[in-house]
């Protein structure tokens, strides 16, 4: 089944209403919402990821929870205008496709699995560590490996932490630290992991639409002689249901390709995640 049709089946699924919680009763301290129940969407933080940076949104235990991701190979710059549009905006040209399935093992520990269609296969556990109802500042544990060939070899672990700060309802700020091992495939001299910075921020626009943008400089280590992953873009939240249409200078989604810097052109690339929450 082609990501495009899954996807369609997953927009052309309802969501199931979400209850209305009964007004909380006033205090001095203003909490935000939803901050005390996983199930309801919290439309400040509707994701477990920005584009590619992790949030510290929490999957409830038991639940489950699906992304598509879509990164369009053909450069936005390649050509004049005329020349994108008779390629429909990159749409007739090759993608790099990533399906993900995360399950609640725990309320505050999430493990799921990420595979793109150049074989790479990451398996991935957050971990909440800090999350006060009432505080705008949560905390979480990002670890990760995976493996080239379908898991097979090359394998790159990741460990990281992810700080996310909220901005009222206006949105949130992250912090993502994190290294990445075995990022030097070409065998060259020097550091084989890498150290990376992950900086992202989610702007809502009113009660359904948010503007985001992240980026990974890398910090130290092997930097693979490419500019650092930039992504910006417009996402639509319709219940569990997240929508997102990005532009970014790579194609990566895992951590060991942003580290590595997978396509090194000087180049956009048009995408698109959809994201189905299943409770």
Same mark, same amino acid.
Request: avoid cysteine; glycine fraction near 12%.
């Given at each position: 089944m082609s990501p495009l049709l899954l996807a369609a089946l997953l927009l052309a699924t309802p969501a199931p209403p979400q209850e209305t919680p009964a007004p909380a009763a006033a205090t001095t301290e203003t909490a935000p919402p939803h901050a005390g129940d996983d199930l309801d969407i919290d439309p400040v933080e509707p994701d477990f990821v920005v584009v590619n940076l992790p949030t510290t949104a929490r999957l409830p235990k038991g639940k489950l929870a699906m992304r598509i991701t879509h990164r369009l190979a053909r450069g936005l710059t390649a050509g004049d205008v005329g020349d994108l549009a008779a390629d429909f905006f990159s749409f007739d040209g090759g993608a790099q496709i990533g399906l993900e399935l995360r399950f609640g093992l725990l309320r505050a520990t999430q493990l799921g699995i990420h595979r793109t269609s150049d074989r790479?296969?990451?398996?991935?556990?957050?971990?909440?560590?800090?999350?006060?109802?009432?505080?705008?500042?949560?905390? =979480?544990?990002?670890?990760?490996? $995976?493996g080239l060939d379908n898991f097979q070899e090359e394998y790159s672990p990741r460990l990281g932490f992810t700080v996310s700060r909220r901005l009222g309802e206006r949105g949130a700020v992250y912090?993502?630290?994190?290294?990445? &091992?075995?990022?030097?495939?070409?065998?060259? $001299?020097?550091?084989?992991? @890498?150290?990376?910075?992950?900086?992202?921020?989610?702007?809502?626009?009113? !009660?359904?639409?948010?503007?985001?943008?992240?980026?990974?400089p890398r910090l130290a280590g092997f930097d693979g002689g490419n500019d650092s992953l930039l992504a910006f873009g417009i996402e639509?939240?319709? &219940?569990?249901?997240?929508?997102?249409?990005?532009? @970014?200078? !790579?194609?990566?989604?895992?951590?060991?390709?942003?580290?590595?810097? =997978?396509?090194?052109?000087?180049?956009?690339?048009? &995408?698109?995640?959809?994201?189905?929450?299943?409770?």
């Open positions: 790479t296969i990451e398996f991935f556990l957050t971990q909440g560590l800090l999350r006060r109802e009432g505080a705008p500042v949560a905390l =979480q544990a990002d670890l990760a490996v $995976e912090l993502s630290p994190a290294f990445v &091992g075995n990022t030097n495939l070409r065998g060259a $001299e020097g550091d084989d992991g @890498s150290l990376v910075l992950g900086l992202g921020a989610r702007l809502r626009l009113g !009660e359904k639409w948010a503007l985001l943008a992240e980026a990974h639509r939240v319709v &219940g569990g249901h997240a929508f997102q249409l990005n532009v @970014s200078n !790579e194609l990566a989604t895992t951590p060991a390709q942003i580290a590595r810097g =997978q396509v090194g052109r000087d180049d956009w690339y048009l &995408g698109f995640n959809v994201a189905r929450k299943f409770y």
